[in-house]
């Protein structure tokens, strides 16, 4: 696929899958309406940010998250377009027809590319008569557009299919149909304003490089799900090197990059691939898909390695538990990573308990206010407790053996925040306040304080260990933050390569969710 990158024509992309309800379209005219702000999270580039990063992380996880962000400048840039284009394929086959022209709405795609994918509710039969003068070897996009005003797009902005918002509900397809019709036929009287690039007539439609894909038998073979910041800073670099991360899945061809640049292969589909079966599943994409891909890699007796949260509907726990319980030999993980802090191998001695005992637990948390089209406040997303606050909760689970919820509540304040308590039955206590309100000068902040009847623990943003009884400081430690996320994935890789260890225990795996997945009901009753 070819790509318009700031005023660059560049080939040697994949295109987005074709997924059911959607129809490829060869465009023949693009028309930029507007940009798609507030979609992701974006760092100032100042040397002042970069000291506050280097002080917090270290300079070589600071280089890995520059990298990262920088690759990311053009999948940044997305666009509301309408045009004039000709049907490749429909998924259904039973709308429109091969070559037949057709008219279309982009709500959340890149400026300008020679293959689109579109809903089939923004696709709209047009007239080809008058089209003659549009040559199959030229695309003309239009930077700007012919509308007096946007305000029956305004909606349409930025949705996407993964949302969980019923794309019905944003517009009206007759208003649509017609304000688009009418801005096309303006833009094919202007056609010398256009900017005009060369394509090929038959352009090639490919959402996967499974030439590049290769398997080798030495080593444990791993497919990743979700190719964003968090899996190229934190996952990536910290998988053993006997695992050989042979392909992964990502449905923003932007976020790839040129194929050709990559050592695996790659695809824009974000489903599970019944046709190449992997050792180890990474799964990191969007959240409401977790349960899915890892309930298909249980099955195939493959390892599960799943970001929180482990799942966003009860029903989907319900499916994942049943999948772990009828294969007694599955291995899983969860990846909360305070469950691998180094502070860990302190905290019950220096409380003076024993496993099993009461650990208190009572924190303040501060997470990024995120842009208001961000993924993470999609409907399938569902809130900031199961996105972030799920962290806490766990870790609060973990300290205490898994010792099972006895009452629980959970308040929002006018503000958004978010006050949640709960008691266990072995007597530990939780409480937490998770804000978006405060500095963003590091990101996520977190101070947490533990408790016993004669001792206090405090930990500060993952980073700063205190510990004190009734008569002395017991220890201060302090390490590099980004620690944690190094002890997790190789421990986690050490045991998916060894077939004598076992996985993560059902309860380890789904109890939090199943905590957090309660509260969140909770919250919804608030809410309405």
């Not at 790509?3 to 059911?20: C, E, K, P, T």
């Not at 538990?321 to 802090?341: D, G, H, N, T, W």
């Not at 949640?420 to 306040?433: H, T």
Request: hydrophobic content about 40%.
């Amino acid at each position: 696929m070819k790509v318009l990158l700031n005023s660059d024509w560049r080939d040697g992309y994949l295109s987005s899958f074709h997924l059911q309800k959607h129809i490829v379209v060869k465009p023949r005219l693009i028309i930029l309406i507007d940009a798609v702000e507030q979609q992701y999270v974006q760092r100032s580039s100042s040397l002042t940010a970069l000291k506050n990063y280097i002080g917090k992380i270290g300079i070589r996880a600071t280089f890995t998250k520059v990298i990262s962000r920088w690759a990311e400048r053009h999948r940044n840039k997305k666009y509301i377009l309408c045009g004039i284009g000709e049907v490749l394929r429909d998924a259904n086959g039973n709308v429109f027809k091969d070559k037949q022209y057709v008219l279309f709405v982009l709500p959340n795609h890149s400026k300008c590319t020679d293959v689109v994918v579109v809903h089939e509710s923004l696709v709209f039969p047009v007239n080809s008569g008058g089209f003659s003068m549009l040559s199959p070897e030229k695309l003309y996009f239009f930077e700007k557009h012919y509308f007096d005003d946007i305000a029956d797009f305004e909606k349409l902005k930025g949705w996407s299919f993964f949302s969980g918002i019923k794309i019905e509900s944003l517009f009206s397809r007759e208003k649509v149909s017609e304000r688009v019709n009418f801005c096309a036929n303006e833009a094919l009287s202007h056609l010398s304003e256009a900017l005009v690039l060369p394509v090929n007539p038959s352009p090639e439609t490919r959402f996967e490089t499974s030439s590049l894909l290769t398997l080798k038998k030495s080593r444990i073979n791993a497919v990743l799900y979700g190719y964003g910041n968090y899996a190229k800073t934190c996952v990536i670099p910290n998988i053993s090197r006997c695992i050989h991360l042979a392909a992964v899945h990502e449905i923003d061809p932007l976020q790839i990059g040129k194929i050709n640049k990559n050592k695996f292969s790659v695809s824009t589909s974000p489903f599970f691939n019944d046709k190449q079966p992997y050792d180890i599943y990474f799964i990191a994409g969007f959240h409401h898909m977790h349960a899915e891909l890892a309930i298909r890699a249980i099955r195939i007796g493959a390892v599960a390695v799943i970001e929180k949260p482990v799942a966003t509907t009860t029903f989907q726990l319900k499916l994942l538990k049943e999948a772990l319980l009828s294969m007694p030999k599955a291995k899983a993980f969860v990846c909360f990573q305070k469950r691998y802090s180094p502070f860990n191998q302190f905290i019950l001695k220096d409380l003076s308990v024993s496993s099993g005992d009461p650990v208190h637990f009572h924190c303040i948390v501060f997470e990024e206010k995120l842009p208001s089209n961000h993924w993470y406040l999609w409907p399938n997303s569902c809130s900031r407790l199961v996105s972030n606050g799920c962290h806490w909760i766990d870790y609060f689970l973990f300290l205490n053996g898994f010792s099972h919820v006895r009452d629980s509540a959970v308040r929002r304040f006018d503000n958004g925040a978010l006050l949640v308590n709960l008691s266990l039955v072995n007597g530990a206590i939780f409480s937490m306040v998770l804000t978006d309100d405060g500095s963003h000068r590091i990101g996520v902040q977190d101070y947490i304080e533990l408790r016993s009847a004669c001792a206090t623990v405090k930990i500060n943003n993952n980073q700063d260990y205190f510990s004190e009884n009734n008569s002395r400081v017991i220890r201060k430690v302090r390490v590099n933050k980004m620690v944690s996320f190094e002890r997790m994935y190789r421990e986690i890789s050490r045991k998916a390569c060894k077939k004598c260890e076992l996985g993560d225990s059902v309860d380890a795996l789904t109890y939090t969710a199943e905590v957090v997945l309660d509260l969140e009901r909770h919250l919804d009753g608030l809410h309405a």
